[in-house]
């Protein structure tokens, strides 16, 4: 998951599919979401107090047991999500860390930040495998692709590179107009996704090529998730409104204005059925079931500027954390 800082800050195969977009995105209608008072059946279990630093990422292995968080202080620090308790830390880097990733299949995490290198590390030991350097600025973001032997990262720097895993080689560097914030891989599916001045650029993870350069409209995204189980990809920005693309029919199915812009973070289920807003404006975590696109709940204790939310792969396990507060993690005790 990557950090959102205060900054100033795109869907088609050919000219023609852009004015699809073009037509769809005026065409959209907003939908503003009032939010129920339930925090649709996630109880606080633990509050993490920690040293000083402001959280700026977080990441989840697949089963939820272990959260891993990235400070301003330098840190990286592993908790088990069931005691509470600090693991380990991993140390190395230089400066403020803004994106941490763990890889599908939990064996992995690399890290990233203000120093413009990306650590990768064995997370059962702590161990670290390798240090990737050449971006000439700090790294925003950085995600693994489903199978965990690429990486690509999004820099200050305007350039989103893809790196080997397993060798640690650069494979490619794709220059943008302007700083990237952040890049997501789809699980499922051939495709990764940036942002790109105003809106986003999907791409093949195998050549790199742009597939769709998008459309402009949505000021200042700080985060992007694909949906798992659809042809489906979620963005959130300082605008404070979600919106849900829709990739195979080139068009915007959804336009939702959330409470307490700007959203900060996105995190979804492995099953693509719940879907979590880290809203720092009001400090909540807002609650979206993907079925209808209503809010069913919200969770509240997160400060402004920065944060990250984040789910296990069954949505039993929430966390969320920004600025200098404690990280929250909540536990469901619904239907998974």
């Not at 195998?206 to 963005?235: A, D, H, K, M, Y």
Request: hydrophobic share 40%; net charge neutral.
């Amino acid at each position: 998951m990557d950090i959102a800082r205060p900054r100033q800050k795109t869907i088609s195969t050919t000219v023609c599919l852009i004015g699809i977009l073009l037509a769809t995105h005026f065409a959209a209608a907003s939908e503003t979401a009032k939010v129920p008072a339930s925090d649709a059946g996630y109880t606080l279990v633990h509050v993490l107090e920690r040293a000083a630093g402001y959280v700026n990422a977080m990441a989840v292995t697949p089963d939820g047991g272990l959260l891993a968080v990235a400070s301003d202080d330098g840190r990286v620090t592993l908790w088990n999500t069931a005691s509470g308790r600090l693991v380990r830390e991993l140390p190395g880097h230089k400066g403020p860390v803004y994106s941490v990733a763990i890889t599908q299949d939990g064996l992995t995490i690399a890290t990233a930040g203000y120093d413009e290198t990306i650590h990768i590390w064995q997370l059962s030991s702590g161990s670290e495998l390798r240090t990737l350097t050449g971006h000439k600025g700090w790294i925003n973001s950085v995600a693994f692709t489903s199978d965990g032997h690429k990486l690509f990262s999004a820099g200050r720097d305007r350039s989103l590179r893809t790196w080997d895993v397993d060798t640690g080689k650069l494979l490619r560097i794709v220059e943008h107009p302007s700083e990237v914030f952040t890049v997501a891989a789809a699980p499922r599916m051939p495709w990764f996704a940036s942002d790109k001045m105003n809106s986003i650029s999907l791409r093949e993870i195998e050549t790199g090529n742009e597939i769709t350069s998008g459309i402009p409209g949505q000021w200042g995204i700080n985060t992007i998730v694909f949906n798992p189980t659809r042809p489906q990809l979620l963005t959130g920005g300082y605008d404070g409104v979600l919106w849900v693309w829709n990739i195979s029919q080139a068009k915007i199915e959804h336009h939702i204005k959330v409470e307490g812009r700007p959203i900060i973070s996105l995190a979804i289920t492995d099953k693509g059925s719940l879907v979590a807003a880290l809203c720092t404006g009001n400090g909540t975590v807002v609650l979206f079931d993907t079925t209808t696109w209503k809010e069913i709940g919200n969770l509240k204790g997160v400060t402004y500027p920065i944060g990250s939310v984040v789910l296990s792969a069954d949505g039993q396990i929430l966390a969320a954390g920004g600025g200098d507060s404690p990280i929250r993690i909540w536990k469901r005790s619904g239907p998974r």
